[in-house]
């Protein structure tokens, strides 16, 4: 629209049908506009919603008064007071508002508590062994670690949440452990393990627990790589030639004629007639058959088919089935009533493991029947577990180091071990 000049009204010709056009005047190009910050408009809505009404408010009641005060000259003493402190009220609230502006205005940004941000677990890479390896990969040596107290370990368990997938851990920070006796642990990208020692019964109990994140990494190994060879080692000569965390004797199976004998899923022997035979599937979990079950090759040929096994363990017995504590009042291998020094290999949950041994040591000189060894097993709330090779044999080695005290002090050389190796090329990652 045009613009239209004022004229005064005594000048002004009445023209009613004319309207004289005037040049549109040039415009100013409106500056741009400040952004305005959070705090100005803070102090703004502050000043709109508090400070006009306020004004507003105080102005209509000082002229009311001042109304009322029009034509009674002799009240204006009796009311100066009273507007006095309307007056007051109204510039300390007007201060307190323009102050509260002002520091809005001045002041840096507002404490305003920050968004809450989910914390996630990092992407893992899930690594795997060749089932046809013979080696394991090396583990990282930055990655052992080892505690006197039981509570150090509470920041390891901590890092080992994600392995350990939700899982409880039998061992725990108020563990009772053997008087002197020393806690080691690894742990990297694929693999947990802890080992100590607890006093039951007057015996030594060396407790290993690991949890893997592939069954791959709970393996069998013969001694020379191959099945039949007679050439025998320590469980730590053969530990430390296959790279393993953890190690503990398996069944000596060159030393005995029983049970079934299963490698790479392949069914060698078996004379099933009473022994009980622990089977170990390519999902890293244990089986059992019971004597009298599996008595010719193609019949261990047949389970291995049906339940996708990777190797066996013949010694025996079984010591928890299903959680079930198993009674033994007679076994055709072993000393089982009488005491002796015991070993046994426990599930606790999904790829979730147990090695243990029970032997004389220092000033605790019992050692258990089968009875008592499977009682304390059972304690540790595994779901199975089976009993290994015991006397000479049972030896427990975490990085290539000897943690129980075999009979007579000394290891056995024997035929053939379990273990558990990390998965993750060149050892991974210090986790410390």
Known sequence: MGYKPKYAAS???????????????????????????????????????????VCTLASVKLLGTMLETVGRPKAAVVVKTKD???LDDFDACVEKTLSQANSGLTAGPLDLPEPTVEETEPVHEHYTIADDALVAPK??????????????????????????????TYFQTNQEIYDGSIIRYYLDDSIFAVTWQEVHDDSVYTFSEIKV???????????????????????????????????????????????????????????????????????????FTRGGEVLKVQDVQDFVDEHNINFSLAFGPILVDNYELQEHTWYG????????????????????????????????????????????????GCRMAYCLDG??????????????????????????IIYFATAVPEGGADNG
């Open 139 to 168: 583990p990282n040596e930055a990655c052992f670690g080892r505690v006197d107290n039981p509570a150090d370990m509470e920041p390891i368990l901590k890092q080992a949440k994600w392995v350990l997938d939700g899982q409880q």
């Open 213 to 287: 994140e592939d069954a791959s990494q709970f393996r069998r190994h013969l001694a020379d790589g191959q099945y039949g060879s007679d050439t025998q080692y320590l469980t730590t000569e053969m530990a430390e030639t296959v790279n393993a965390v953890v190690a503990s004797a398996g069944d000596f199976y060159r030393f005995r004629n029983f049970g079934a004998v299963v490698y790479q899923g392949q069914a060698k022997r078996v004379e099933g007639t009473y022994a009980e035979t622990c089977y170990i599937d390519y999902n890293g979990d244990m089986h």
């Open 84 to 86: 006095m402190t309307i």
């Open 333 to 380: 291998v072993g000393e089982i009533t009488e005491g002796y020094a015991r070993a046994a290999l426990c599930q606790m949950d999904t790829l979730h493991y147990i090695v243990a041994t029970a032997n004389t040591t220092g000033i605790h000189q019992a050692i258990p029947t089968v009875a008592q060894f499977a009682k304390n097993i059972a304690a540790t």
């Open 11 to 53: 000048s002004r010709k009445r023209e009613p049908d004319i309207i004289r056009a005037r040049p549109e005047p040039e415009r100013k190009a409106n500056p741009p506009k400040k952004e305005q910050s959070r705090a100005g408009r803070i102090a703004r809505v502050i000043l709109t919603v508090i400070l006009v009404p």
């Open 391 to 416: 006397g000479q044999t049972a030896t427990i080695v975490m990085n290539n180091e000897l943690v129980n005290r075999p009979v007579y002090g000394q290891q056995r050389k024997i035929s053939d």
